[in-house]
């Protein structure tokens, strides 16, 4: 009779490392994503590091000897290009294809870019603002496509609040060296956006898949906008989307307003700026997987309401710290609701028209925010900044109760 043998446990596998456990997790929450997606999310980040011409536009334009009260034709010509380019880049991706899309509207932009550098007075500047505005407008709506055709419908909410989230990242850091650049001459402002388009172009033409975007439309489809104009809950969907950023541009436009009249130096909207850049691009991929497992409709009227109430707050600051504090709640509610939008917009087009859903949309928030731009200064100017601050909380609450009339039908459509 032999003696059992004694084995000895085997060896317990160490854990891994710090940095193994958050590769692990982040590729859990944000992996699984096909190389078109990659493809739009770099180029977009890419191409904002080079977005340095518009917030120094002003500028630039009074150093070409534009007397103050022609700068408005300039900015007008800019908003309308602005409205023109969605709506033509939502037909030409459905009718073209994503990829011909991108590549004729980056190539425009970086042609717009140096005509208006190379302008000599205030006709060409305008008509070249008009181009830019445009063209720059143009393939949003065929990347917003590139994605709906990429990724599953479960995820489209994590992905578009990664576009959103590569937007704010290349908008920052083009924040931080736009006014490093600006000293040395505008000519590097205008030559590093014109690089960054070309640069995304060519990241397009050499990585992204001809038939990136999805089936092709319906033959009973004209390729016209009459598919948008006849779904009722995509035009519920713009109505409140160009409502909620009416009340969002607000913090842009009539909020460095407020900061001056209080007395405070310009310094006090550069700290707005950076808190709102810093709490967006930190939290905002963490919150898009917590959020997405909530009910997106209530989730965008949560934070819509959020956005009312900091923004109507900004009509009690009164030091720069009270200014900060309600940053850091309408930048909340701008953390939570990245995404979802565009993502219900996504869902509820019909196969091959999702270049013009993504149009239409781009298009309504375009609309608001030129109107935004001389309404929200006119009732500041005219009615008093209380009209102002607390008819936006009013007109955002509202709007945020009725995106919830919106669930049932979006429900319907999605499943």
Wanted: charged letters at 10%; a positive charge.
């Amino acid at each position: 009779m032999t003696s059992p043998t004694l084995h000895s446990p085997p060896p317990v596998a160490p854990p891994p490392p710090a940095a193994g456990r958050v590769r692990t997790v982040l590729a859990g929450r944000f992996g699984g994503f096909d190389g078109p997606f990659w493809v739009v999310i770099g180029g977009t980040a890419m191409n904002r590091v080079g977005n340095m011409v518009l917030p120094f536009l002003v500028f630039f334009l009074g150093s070409r000897g534009i007397a103050t009260d022609r700068v408005p034709y300039v900015l007008a010509a800019l908003g309308a290009g602005g409205l023109v380019g969605p709506v033509l880049g939502g037909l030409l991706t459905d009718r073209f294809g994503t990829r011909p899309t991108l590549l004729v509207g980056l190539l425009a932009t970086a042609a717009g870019q140096g005509l208006l550098f190379a302008a000599p007075g205030l006709a060409t500047l305008t008509a070249a603002a008009a181009l830019l505005g445009a063209s720059g407008s143009v393939y949003p709506p065929a990347a917003g496509a590139v994605i709906a055709g990429a990724v599953a419908p479960a995820r489209r909410q994590i992905a578009y609040g990664l576009l959103h989230w590569a937007i704010n990242v290349g908008s920052a850091v083009a924040g931080a060296l736009g006014g490093f650049l600006v000293a040395h001459g505008y000519g590097l402002l205008f030559a590093l956006d014109a690089v960054t388009c070309l640069a995304y172009a060519a990241l397009v033409a050499v990585r992204l898949p001809r038939a990136a975007a999805g089936p092709p439309r319906r033959r009973s489809d004209d390729g016209g906008y009459r598919v948008v104009l006849r779904d009722r809950p995509m035009l519920l969907l713009i109505s409140l989307s160009a409502v909620a950023e009416a009340v969002y541009a607000q913090t842009e436009f009539t909020l460095p307003l407020a900061v001056r009249d209080h007395g405070l130096p310009a310094t006090t909207f550069g700290l707005a700026s950076v808190v709102n850049a810093l709490l967006v691009v930190t939290l905002q991929p963490f919150a898009s997987v917590w959020l997405a497992r909530f009910d997106r409709l209530r989730v965008w009227s949560f934070a819509s309401v959020l956005a009312a109430v900091g923004i109507g707050l900004t009509g009690l600051a009164d030091s720069t710290w009270e200014f900060a504090l309600t940053v850091v709640v309408w930048s909340a509610a701008e953390v939570c609701v990245g995404g979802i939008v565009t993502s219900i917009a996504a869902d509820l087009a019909p196969a091959g028209a999702q270049g013009r859903f993504q149009g239409a949309l781009n298009w309504s928030r375009g609309l608001a925010r030129f109107a935004a731009l001389g309404g929200g200064a006119a009732v500041y100017a005219g009615l008093g900044p209380a009209a102002l601050w607390w008819g936006a909380a009013l007109t955002g609450i509202t709007g945020a109760l009725l995106s919830l009339r919106l669930a049932g039908a979006v429900r319907e459509r999605t499943g």
